[in-house]
């Protein structure tokens, strides 16, 4: 596979990760989602993101997900 088909790849499945539900949510307050945010202070591709697909490793905040996502 060549590079520019696997960093599409990527891509693809980082817009997948982006949890609808939030976004979603952050819709209905009135809110933009973070990239969305970030998108229209920055010129296009003049941001790059590291480590997009980086998640904590803190149970505390494990547990606060778990208890906002099923009260």
């Given at each position: 596979?060549?590079?520019?088909?696997?960093?599409?790849?990527?891509?693809?499945?980082?817009?997948?990760?982006?949890?609808?539900?939030?976004?979603?949510?952050?819709?209905?307050?009135?809110?933009?989602?973070?990239?969305?945010?970030?998108?229209?202070?920055?010129?296009?591709?003049?941001?790059?993101?590291?480590?997009?697909?980086?998640?904590?490793?803190?149970?505390?905040?494990?547990?606060?997900y778990k208890?906002?996502?099923?009260?």
């Amino acid at each position: 596979m060549d590079l520019e088909k696997e960093i599409e790849k990527l891509n693809k499945k980082l817009k997948e990760l982006e949890r609808a539900e939030f976004v979603e949510k952050q819709h209905q307050k009135g809110k933009l989602s973070a990239r969305e945010r970030i998108s229209l202070l920055l010129d296009p591709e003049s941001f790059v993101e590291l480590d997009p697909f980086l998640e904590s490793r803190s149970e505390y905040l494990k547990l606060k997900y778990k208890e906002e996502r099923f009260p």
